[in-house]
């Protein structure tokens, strides 16, 4: 399948406002542009990144609970599961999960927070 052009052209909106119309801006003009900026490149990582980590979190739901759905379904079992005790908080497994999905998670909406 090939990959869609909205990543690319969102890039090129972002660099194009932080390049050339922020540095002329100031007070809440910059602001304003600046936080527009910020959303142009979170909605640009989730459009790349978003569909293999959500591929992830479903295959590693699917591993953990023995069984198959959508991921929102996969989430509500996981969250059963726990609520039930048929998972415990300090499997493995179940921390492993947890921590994978954060990272990915991170890694699209603050990609700073990883490097801290």
Same mark, same amino acid.
């Given at each position: 399948?090939?990959? =869609?052009p909205?990543?690319?052209?969102?890039?090129?909106? #972002?660099?194009?406002?932080?390049?050339?119309?922020?540095?002329?801006?100031?007070?809440?003009?910059?602001?304003?542009?600046?936080?527009?900026?910020?959303?142009?490149a979170?909605?640009?990582?989730?459009?790349?990144?978003?569909?293999e980590?959500?591929?992830?979190? #479903?295959?590693?739901?699917?591993?953990?609970l023995?069984? =198959?759905?959508?991921?929102?379904?996969?989430?509500?079992?996981?969250?059963?599961?726990i #609520?039930?005790?048929?998972?415990?908080?300090?499997d493995?497994?179940?921390?492993e999960?947890?921590?994978?999905?954060?990272?990915d998670?991170? =890694?699209?909406?603050?990609?700073?927070?990883?490097a801290r």
């Open positions: 399948m090939p990959l =869609s909205a990543p690319d052209l969102l890039a090129t909106i #972002r660099d194009y406002l932080e390049k050339e119309i922020l540095p002329t801006l100031v007070d809440d003009k910059w602001f304003n542009v600046k936080v527009a900026v910020n959303l142009l979170t909605i640009e990582r989730e459009l790349r990144l978003g569909p980590a959500n591929a992830a979190e #479903r295959a590693r739901l699917a591993a953990l023995g069984t =198959s759905g959508t991921l929102e379904e996969l989430n509500r079992a996981l969250a059963l599961a #609520r039930e005790g048929r998972i415990a908080l300090d493995p497994a179940l921390l999960h947890l921590r994978q999905t954060t990272a998670t991170l =890694s699209i909406n603050n990609p700073q927070w990883l």
